[in-house]
C-alpha cells in the first residue's frame, strides 16, 4: 500500500489550498484516513481525520476553516484549506490506518504518504 500526496504549494495569508492523497495498491478498504502536519522544530499533530462511515475530527486550530472529506470508491482523501495562517506552514502528511486489503484476511497499519509543503507567508 502507498499514499502519495499533492497540492502543497505558497499561498498568502488569509488564502486557499485543497490537498490531496491517494492510496494505491490491493485495497479492499481504508477505515481510517487522516492528516498531520510537522512544523520545523515542532512535533507531528494530527490535524483532521475521517471515518470510512465519514464521521470528521479536526484539531482545535484548524477547525471551522479546514475540511476532511474522502472518496472511497477512489480511496482518496481530500484536505480542503481556506483562511490559511502563517502558523499554518507546515509538511502535511496524509495516514491511512486499518486497511483491508485482497491479499489477506487481515487489516494492515499504518501507512504515511510522502509529505507535501504548505506555506502561508505574504
Known amino acids: 500500500v502507498q499514499l502519495q500526496a499533492f497540492g502543497g504549494g505558497l499561498v498568502q495569508p488569509g488564502g486557499s489550498l485543497r490537498l490531496s492523497c491517494a492510496a494505491s495498491?490491493?485495497?479492499?478498504?481504508?477505515?481510517?484516513l487522516e492528516w498531520y502536519r510537522q512544523a520545523p522544530g515542532k512535533q507531528r499533530e494530527l490535524v483532521a481525520s475521517?471515518?470510512?462511515?465519514?464521521?470528521?475530527n479536526y484539531a482545535d486550530s484548524v477547525a471551522g476553516r479546514f475540511t476532511i472529506s474522502r472518496d472511497n470508491a477512489k480511496n482518496t482523501v481530500y484536505l480542503q484549506m481556506i483562511d490559511l495562517k502563517p502558523e499554518d506552514t507546515a509538511v502535511y502528511y496524509c495516514?491511512?490506518?486499518?486497511?483491508?486489503?485482497?491479499?489477506?484476511?487481515?487489516?494492515?497499519?499504518?501507512?504515511w504518504g510522502q509529505g507535501t509543503q504548505v506555506t502561508v507567508s505574504s
Open positions: 495498491g490491493s485495497i479492499f478498504s481504508i477505515d481510517t
Open positions: 475521517m471515518s470510512i462511515s465519514r464521521t470528521a
Open positions: 495516514h491511512a490506518d486499518k486497511v483491508f486489503v485482497r491479499y489477506s484476511d487481515y487489516p494492515q497499519y499504518d501507512f
